[in-house]
């Protein structure tokens, strides 16, 4: 492929909710990261940070202006192929880690190759056990999420997320929910992984040690892109 596109860009991008009262919650965004690159997202609570992640994640629709993915406008598209591209092109990472309980550490990484129709590749599954062991889970495989500690179950989350080997991986407080030694942890975590799997990262955090140890921070006011210093 030639190089380089980027993984994500927004351009003018706005969106407003109409719940009966209309309310803009973003304005003018322009936003490009590269390939690679590991992108923090701070800001007060109410700034706008999920909803811009959303949107970038095709879990939302912009109001008006682009949303390019590796290239491509995707502002437009239908339902069906906006969840193709979820699917091939992004991985989640959450607040919550949204386990399911019923499925053991393995099964439950490999859940995001469960929407493909065909059979999960055994080389995927060789992948995602091997990552498993990087992150420390390898005796843990066929434990239920029931029996891993908080900061264990979110390394599962976060290998979940890579187990269809997306451009993007968009995070959402992936620490929010954990205490100190476990949050440095999973955000180490997620650091190794973009540097040795080149993933972009885009990673809403409220925590100002990790975002200072991104490699760019983007400061969202009032739902706008604080210009940089
Ligand atoms: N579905 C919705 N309908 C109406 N308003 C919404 C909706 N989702 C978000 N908002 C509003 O948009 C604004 C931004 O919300 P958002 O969730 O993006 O904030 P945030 O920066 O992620 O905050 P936090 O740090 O608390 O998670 C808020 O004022 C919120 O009330
Ligand atoms: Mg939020």
Same mark, same amino acid.
């Given at each position: 492929?030639?190089?380089?596109?980027?993984?994500?860009?927004?351009? @003018? *991008?706005?969106?407003?909710?109409?719940?009966?009262?209309?309310? @803009? *919650?973003?304005?003018?965004?322009?936003?490009?990261?590269?390939?690679?690159e590991f992108v923090a997202i701070v800001g007060a609570s109410g700034s706008g940070k999920t909803t811009l992640l959303n949107l970038a994640g095709l879990l939302d629709t912009p109001s008006s202006g682009d949303i390019f993915l590796g290239g491509r406008n995707v502002s437009q598209l239908a339902e069906d192929e906006r969840a193709y591209i979820r699917r091939d092109y992004l991985g989640f990472i959450f607040q919550f880690h949204y386990l399911l309980p019923e499925f053991n550490v393995l099964e439950n990484a490999l859940l995001p190759c469960r929407l493909r129709s065909q059979a999960t590749a055994p080389e995927t599954r060789e992948r995602m056990i091997s990552l498993l062991r990087e992150v420390g889970l390898g005796d843990r495989l066929s434990y239920r999420p029931q029996q891993l500690s908080g900061g264990q179950q979110q390394r599962v989350a976060i290998v979940r997320a890579l187990a269809n080997d997306p451009v993007l991986v968009l995070a959402d407080e992936p620490t929010g929910n954990l205490d100190r030694k476990s949050g440095r942890a999973v955000f180490e975590l997620m650091r190794f992984l973009n540097q040795t799997t080149r993933k972009a990262f885009l990673m809403v955090t409220h925590d100002e040690t990790f975002a200072a140890e991104a490699d760019r921070i983007i400061h969202l006011e009032d739902g706008r892109i604080r210009p940089a210093q």
């Open positions: 492929m030639s190089q380089p596109v980027s993984a994500v860009r927004l351009c @003018q *991008v706005a969106k407003t909710y109409d719940n009966g009262v209309a309310t @803009q *919650v973003l304005f003018d965004i322009n936003l490009e990261i590269v390939p690679g």
